[in-house]
């Protein structure tokens, strides 16, 4: 049973130009978490998406990102026009369901470099 | 005020050593209580999951949250150098599953 596949595992992109980021979930896993880690902090909370919902996009910034989950296929995270801040490690997390004895299992992130 | 704070590193210690890892936060909805670690250039695995106050012992290591007093910490004991790796506490109002507030981190090196 594979784990969380992300990727690209490691991703280069210049300034002004579209980064996607991609997260299939673990088998059977309905429920998709996005965190961002910046260079010495923590991780931190950016969306929670079920199939074809945003069930919370508190963590988003309110531009240049956006996050979906099809019936079909895997969540893509998109950043537009990146910049150098949003250079990062972005990881997402798969759970089966909502529900308080449920751990969500975490891939192994797809690192952006902006140039 | 950060939400969870986290004692700032790195940390290095011998072989075999009892290590002590903590984390206070300021949000007391928070009620689930999660240490991960994580390994340079791989994503976070849970090592340890506690609902509200109290202790949990899993093989050599034993997670203790104060809810009176917002602490939660992590102990290892005799450390081994697979153990070298950096430790995130994390919070959430609703499960381990759901969104978390993560501390910064700190680093552990266990010597041999």
């Known amino acids: 049973n594979a784990g969380v596949m992300q990727n690209p595992r490691h991703l280069v992109r210049r300034r002004g130009q579209e980064a996607r980021l991609r997260c299939s979930p673990m088998k059977g896993h309905s429920h998709v978490y996005w965190y961002r880690q910046l260079p010495e902090e923590g991780l931190k909370f950016m969306v929670y998406?079920?199939?074809?919902?945003?069930?919370?996009e508190s963590g988003m910034p309110k531009e240049r990102f956006s996050a979906e989950f099809p019936k079909e296929g895997p969540s893509i995270l998109r950043i537009q026009q990146v910049v150098r801040g949003d250079s990062a490690a972005y990881f997402c997390?798969?759970?089966?369901?909502?529900?308080?004895?449920?751990?969500?299992?975490f891939g192994q992130g797809t690192r952006l470099t902006v140039v | 005020q950060k939400e969870v704070e986290q004692d700032p590193g790195p940390l290095s210690v011998p072989e075999g050593a009892i290590v002590s890892l903590n984390c206070t936060y300021s949000n007391s909805a928070f009620q689930y209580f999660m240490w991960y670690r994580q390994y340079s250039r791989k994503g976070p695995e849970l090592l340890m999951y506690t609902y509200s106050s109290g202790n949990k012992e899993d093989g050599r290591f034993t997670a203790q949250v104060d809810k009176s007093s917002k602490y939660i910490s992590l102990f290892i004991r005799d450390s081994q150098p697979s153990d070298s790796a950096t430790y995130l506490c994390?919070?959430?109002?609703?499960?381990?599953?759901?969104?978390?507030?993560f501390g910064k981190g700190i680093t552990l090196s266990v010597r041999p």
């Open positions: 997390a798969s759970s089966p369901q909502q529900g308080v004895d449920t751990e969500a299992f």
């Open positions: 998406l079920q199939k074809e919902n945003i069930i919370d």
């Open positions: 994390a919070m959430s109002r609703t499960g381990a599953n759901s969104k978390l507030t």
